[in-house]
């Protein structure tokens, strides 16, 4: 497994816009699936934003495309997300979370197939 450190969480009005960062300790290299996942309270985890790292290709859930953004830098070993145009609805904990090899890339924004998790960042938006 992966140890994952995220930050970069906090609070802004409607409109307005975050960066999360997440430091990975571990592999993810070739074959590896990270990204972005988060959970409101009473609701399920659900995908937001992932990135497969064979070829950098990103999926982004629907709620999120156009303002959110995806970004990995490999000589760090970090995975970051871009959140502009924050909306109410996008306030929830934001986890990061990688998984290597199974096929991740086939339901990449998948929440069941991952095997390592980070400890979580709040993002709250106001009206």
């Known amino acids: 497994q992966v140890h994952l450190v995220e930050s970069g969480g906090g609070s802004v009005q409607a409109g307005g816009s975050l960066r999360l960062s997440c430091a990975a300790s571990?592999?993810?290299?070739?074959?590896?699936?990270m990204g972005w996942f988060r959970q409101a309270p009473g609701k399920e985890r659900e995908g937001v934003a992932v990135v497969y790292v064979s070829g950098g290709r990103t999926y982004y859930a629907d709620s999120v495309k156009g303002r959110f953004t995806i970004s990995r830098d490999s000589a760090k070993n970090t995975v970051d997300l871009q959140m502009n145009k924050l909306k109410p609805e996008d306030t929830a904990m934001y986890y990061c979370?990688?998984?290597?090899?199974?096929?991740?890339?086939?339901?990449?924004?998948?929440?069941?197939?991952?095997?390592?998790w980070g400890q979580g960042t709040q993002v709250t938006v106001s009206a």
């Open positions: 979370a990688s998984v290597y090899g199974g096929g991740c890339f086939l339901d990449p924004l998948a929440t069941r197939q991952y095997n390592s």
């Open positions: 571990g592999y993810t290299g070739s074959g590896t699936c």
